[in-house]
């Protein structure tokens, strides 16, 4: 069975800097999908990125990025210059396309200091 | 993506009663799917709503307490029965891009029992 994983139940930053959050995940398959999502107070969870695991390439998205090492079985999530608005909590999500579903981590809360 | 909406956002009811939770989608999908957030923890898939047939429920969750119903390709129905103060939970519907295999989800619906 699968398992996602996060080790850092809750982080807190200043505005500006930047940071990561760790995320590993188990499975024997070789074709899957990783996600982080976001999920601020208002409860709304939000996609933040998708990683697609033949593809070597790191995802993006304007001041996320994912450092995905498919052989540690590792998904890291990078926010620069991280802003309030950035507060939230963030899941890491893992997906078979034989079924579907989404196996989430236990999740970061994340805080952004003024 | 989709626009996901979900009624109500949120109730409070009294034990040993029922509440249906509505998932109303923008467009036509074939994957939507039903998950239980209790307070402070991650999320976990109740179901998977099929349309057309009977909805596929995960370990620990059956039919009798949580019945759905999926009429057509962009609403869902998920009813909790029986409620006890231990149902009290943020329930979320989401819905899959099989293209993409990215999921989105509904705002959520705060179900209080007291």
């Known amino acids: 069975a699968q398992t996602v994983t996060q080790s850092q139940p809750e982080m807190s930053v200043q505005e500006a800097e930047t940071v990561t959050l760790s995320c590993t995940y188990d499975?024997?398959?070789?074709?899957?999908?990783l996600f982080w999502y976001k999920q601020p107070p208002s409860r709304q969870m939000i996609l933040v990125i998708r990683q697609e695991a033949y593809k070597q390439q790191n995802a993006t998205e304007n001041r996320f990025s994912v450092n995905f090492q498919k052989a540690a079985k590792s998904f890291s999530l990078k926010i620069s210059d991280s802003q309030l608005g950035d507060t939230a909590m963030y899941f890491c999500a893992f997906m078979s396309p034989r079924d579907d579903k989404i196996i989430f981590g236990k999740g970061t809360r994340l805080h952004i200091l003024p | 993506s989709a626009v996901i909406s979900q009624k109500p956002s949120r109730d409070i009811c009294q034990r040993g009663t029922s509440l249906t939770i509505q998932c109303q989608v923008d467009?036509?999908?074939?994957?939507m799917f039903w998950y239980r957030q209790q307070p402070g923890q991650s999320l976990t898939l109740i179901a998977t709503?099929?349309?057309?047939?009977?909805?596929?429920?995960e370990s620990g969750f059956v039919i009798d307490k949580f019945p759905i119903s999926r009429p057509n390709l962009t609403f869902s129905t998920l009813t909790v029965s029986n409620m006890s103060p231990e149902d009290s939970s943020i329930y979320l519907c989401s819905v899959g891009v099989t293209s993409s295999y990215e999921q989105y989800f509904g705002p959520g619906t705060r179900l209080t029992v007291t």
């Open positions: 467009s036509q999908v074939t994957m």
């Open positions: 709503a099929n349309q057309g047939s009977e909805a596929t429920y």
């Open positions: 499975t024997s398959e070789s074709n899957y999908y």
